[in-house]
């Protein structure tokens, strides 16, 4: 009589697989290693530790696989005592080395060579006797060069500042403000702080 599918897979033990991933010099640990049994569907990935653990059964394939790391299979026992199995699962690194590509905008060098040489070109900026920039340059350029993020946010902080000064700050002190005084002055002049009787 022949067992159905079904009927072998209960006879099948589950077992607690379980272990740590360590990269292929064995010194730290690979978080997100993907592991899966392919023909169930099911898996889990390492934590940021490399542990890892989930259910199989016994006679399951399990792949580990991680990019740049080479794939690796472990085969789950058949007929084991014991309902657990801790691994130290060390990944062997996957390299692969790809031929050099030269770009280039022609099809030849001597064509871009000639490009280049006929191009007409002049610079635009001098350059004095020592070989710095002219102050006349360095001042075109600093006229035209957009704000940095630094200038900007202290420009704000400043503008922020003053508005909270102008709202909520001390009113000027009149005493020594000079237009006051001429004001001042001239109210005299005028008799406007004379006693009307």
């Known amino acids: 009589m022949e067992k ?3 009927q072998d897979q209960k006879e099948r033990k589950v077992i607690q697989l379980s272990g740590i991933i360590l990269n292929s010099d064995s010194t730290d640990a690979v978080p997100g290693v993907n592991v899966y049994v392919p023909k169930k569907g099911r898996g ?4 940021r530790f490399g542990y890892f653990s989930m259910p199989v059964l016994e006679g399951d394939s399990v792949v580990f696989s991680f990019i740049g790391l080479k794939r690796q299979t472990y085969v789950v026992p058949k007929q084991m005592v014991d309902d657990k199995i801790s691994l130290i699962l060390t990944m062997q690194d996957d390299e692969i080395t790809l031929a050099e590509i030269e770009v280039m905008p022609y099809p030849t060098e001597d064509e871009f060579k000639r490009a280049v040489l006929a191009m007409n070109y002049e610079a635009p900026m001098s350059i004095d006797s020592r070989g710095n920039l002219s102050p006349a340059t360095l001042l075109r350029w600093a006229e035209n060069m957009p ?4 200038e900007n946010f202290r420009g704000f902080q400043q503008g922020q500042v003053m508005q909270i000064q102008d709202r909520y700050g001390p009113r000027p002190f009149r005493l020594l ?3 006051a005084w001429s004001q001042f002055i001239q109210s005299i002049k005028r008799g406007d702080l004379k006693k009307k009787d």
Do not use: V, Y
């Open 4 to 6: 159905t599918q079904a």
């Open 44 to 47: 889990t990935s390492s934590g």
């Open 147 to 150: 704000a940095s993020g630094n």
């Open 177 to 179: 403000d000079p237009f």
